[in-house]
């Protein structure tokens, strides 16, 4: 019996939608500070974007990337993580098969789970 290298259809659809959402959480975190100077829908799209992402960030102007002397839409600490989970989305394929399922190994999850505690810890008690 000859095994069969395809991706089943819901595999790439999945993916098609994991990366198109990111694409797009990403698209409009760069988005927010070219259209804010555009005027009219323009710029009040850009302030749904400032609004939407308020609920996720902290948005501080001295602790954001600038584009056109505007603020990104979220901080840079979120814009790293979301690219970095964009580049992680793209990258995918080319390490692990689509209709894969089965559990990643745990130390390197926990590897990652000990920079983000050790950021907000630092993030945290930084003020004593």
């Known amino acids: 019996m000859i095994k069969s290298t395809a991706y089943s259809r819901s595999s790439v659809i999945t993916y098609i939608l994991i990366l198109s959402v990111s694409f797009l ?6 988005l927010a500070p070219l259209l804010i100077d555009k ?42 993580i979301y690219f970095a989970f964009l580049a992680g989305v793209i990258a995918y394929p080319f390490f692990n098969k689509l209709n894969n399922i089965t ?10 789970g000990f920079f983000v505690a050790a950021d907000a810890l630092l993030d945290t008690f930084s003020g004593f």
Do not use: M
């Not at 902290?58 to 002397?69: G, I, P, T, V, Y």
């Open 39 to 80: 005027g009219g829908v323009y710029s009040k799209f850009s302030t749904a974007i400032y609004y939407f992402f308020s609920s996720y960030c902290h948005q501080l102007n001295d602790r954001s990337f600038h584009l056109n002397e505007n603020p990104f839409g979220v901080c840079s600490r979120c814009t790293s």
């Open 25 to 30: 959480w990403c698209a409009c975190i760069i």
């Open 103 to 112: 559990l990643p190994k745990i130390y390197p999850l926990l590897i990652a």
